[in-house]
Structures are given as C-alpha cells and as structure tokens.
C-alpha cells in the first residue's frame, strides 16, 4: 500500500489550497481514510476523515466549516479542500488508511492516528503572510 501526499505550498491568511493523496495497493473506496497534521512542536492531529462509500465524514473543531474531505474513486485519490486558512493551519499534512477495508473508523467525534496503519509521506503547508 502506497498513499502518495501532493498539494502543499506558500499560502496567505485567508487563501486556499486543495491536498491529493492518491493511493496504490488499495481501493479507496472500500476504506475510511483520514487527514493528519504536525505543526512544529506539537502532537500530530487528525483533522478530518471520510467513511468507507462515503458514509460519513468527521472534521475536528479547529478545522469545521473550512475544510472538505472528499473522494475520487476514478482516481483513487481522496483530496482535502482546505479555505479560509489561517497561520495555525501550518503543518505536514498526511493521509492515512487502515490495514483493512470497511466500515469501522471514522466514528464519533474524533480522528485517532490509532485507527489508522498506512500513512503516507506528507506535504506542507505554509500560511504566512
């Protein structure tokens, strides 16, 4: 299982940009999958999931209502469509799949980097002015 992390870059307060990971090894759409961030000097965060089939998704407080996970199952690629950024969003942000397929992450409240097994190599995001 290979999940290839694209997308980051320089952005300015209040700009947007649009994270790809596009997986190998698996079908995505028999998986929930999740978007992790570590900012420097902190804990790494899962920010925002989506259920296998597109049950369901969980974004976390800090990032709701601005950030969009959604999934290409042409592509295999699931993006995070990331607006209204502000500085704290900076971070490497990885996606991440569990070792098996099917419905069983992504519920409750949160996204644990637990649930998760394969991850992929993550890409920066910069928001400076």
């Known amino acids: 299982v290979q999940l290839q992390a694209s997308g980051g870059g320089l952005v300015q307060p209040g700009g947007s940009l649009r994270l790809s990971c596009a997986a190998s090894?698996?079908?995505?759409?028999?998986?929930?999958i999740a978007w992790f961030r570590r900012a420097p000097g902190k804990e790494r965060e899962g920010v925002s999931c989506l259920r296998s089939s597109n049950a369901g998704t969980i974004n976390v407080d800090s990032v709701k209502g601005r950030f969009t996970i959604s999934r290409d199952n042409a592509k295999n690629t699931v993006y995070l469509q990331m607006n209204s950024l502000k500085p704290e969003d900076t971070a490497v942000y990885f996606c991440a799949v569990p070792r098996f397929g099917g419905d069983y992450v992504c519920r409750g409240e949160t996204v644990p980097g637990e649930e998760y097994h394969y991850w992929g190599q993550g890409t920066l995001v910069t928001v400076s002015s």
């Open positions: 090894g698996v079908i995505l759409n028999y998986y929930g």
